[in-house]
C-alpha cells in the first residue's frame, strides 16, 4: 500500500511568520510532487510541484524535495491570515509524459493568525 | 471561464437511488479523473480517462461507472446509492506531463 503521510495539525503560526509543512511517502518510485491548498468547502488548488531533489521556489512558498530520505516539504515565508486552509500533499509514480495517478496525505490544517 | 465544471454542485437524494454526476473541461487536457473526498478530507483517487480511455480504475463497488463520451467530458454513475456514498466528488484533468486541475466538486448527500 503506497501512503503518503502528513501531520494533521493543527499548525498554528502567528502572522509574518514562516510555515513549514511536511510530507513523506513510502514508494521508492515517485517521480512527482505536489502541493495542493484547500480552502473550507473549496477544491483543492495547486501551490507547487517538483520532480527535483532541491529547492523550488515561487513568491512566498518554496518546495523541498529528499528523494533519498522520501521526503518533501513548503515552506510559506511571511504567512497571511489569507493562507489558512488545509494544505494537501500528492505524490504520483509517473514522470516523464503523464503525471498520472496521485496520492494524497490526509492534509495539515495551518492557522495563521494576527 | 471556468476551466474544469462539474454539474451538479450539490445532490441530495434518497438511499438505492441512481444518480449521475457530469465532467467538462475547456483547457483542451487529455486526461480526466475522479476522486472521492470523505467527511475526513482524505482525497482518493477513483478512475481516470486519457483520450476516452480508462487508464485507472482503482478498488471501487461496480455501482459506480465511469463514462467519457469525449475528451473533455468525464461522468461518473452511481447505481443504488448507500450512505457510505456521502462524500464530496472531484472531477480533474491534466494535459500530457502537467499537473492535475480540479473542479469545483459535487457534494453528495444520502439520505
Known amino acids: 500500500q503506497k501512503e503518503v503521510e502528513q501531520n494533521s495539525g493543527p499548525l498554528s503560526v502567528p502572522e509574518g511568520a514562516i510555515a513549514s509543512l511536511n510530507c513523506t511517502y513510502s514508494d521508492r518510485g515517485s517521480q512527482s510532487f505536489f502541493w495542493y491548498r484547500q480552502y473550507s468547502g473549496k477544491s483543492p488548488e495547486l501551490i507547487m510541484f517538483?520532480?527535483?531533489?532541491g529547492d523550488k521556489e515561487d513568491g512566498r512558498f518554496t518546495a523541498q524535495l529528499n528523494k533519498a530520505s522520501q521526503y518533501v516539504s513548503l515552506l510559506i515565508r511571511d504567512s497571511q491570515p489569507s493562507d489558512s486552509a488545509t494544505y494537501l500533499c500528492?505524490?504520483?509514480?509517473?514522470?516523464?509524459?503523464?503525471?498520472?495517478?496521485?496520492?494524497f496525505g490526509q492534509g495539515t490544517i495551518l492557522t495563521v493568525h494576527p | 471561464d471556468t476551466a474544469v465544471s462539474q454539474t451538479p454542485k450539490y445532490l441530495v437524494t434518497q438511499m438505492g437511488n441512481d444518480k449521475s454526476i457530469k465532467c467538462e473541461q475547456n483547457l483542451g487536457h487529455d486526461t480526466m479523473y475522479w476522486y472521492k473526498q470523505d467527511s475526513k478530507k482524505f482525497l482518493k483517487i477513483m478512475f481516470s480517462y486519457n483520450n476516452k480511455e480508462l487508464i485507472i480504475n482503482e478498488t471501487v463497488p461496480n455501482r459506480f461507472s465511469p463514462k467519457s463520451p469525449d475528451k473533455a467530458h468525464l461522468n461518473l454513475h452511481i447505481n443504488s446509492l448507500e450512505l457510505g456514498d456521502s462524500a464530496v466528488y472531484f472531477c480533474?484533468?491534466?494535459?500530457?506531463?502537467?499537473?492535475?486541475?480540479f473542479g469545483d466538486g459535487t457534494r453528495l448527500s444520502i439520505l
Open positions: 480533474a484533468s491534466s494535459a500530457q506531463g502537467r499537473p492535475q486541475h
Open positions: 500528492a505524490v504520483s509514480e509517473s514522470g516523464g509524459t503523464s503525471y498520472g495517478k496521485l496520492t
Open positions: 517538483i520532480y527535483s531533489n
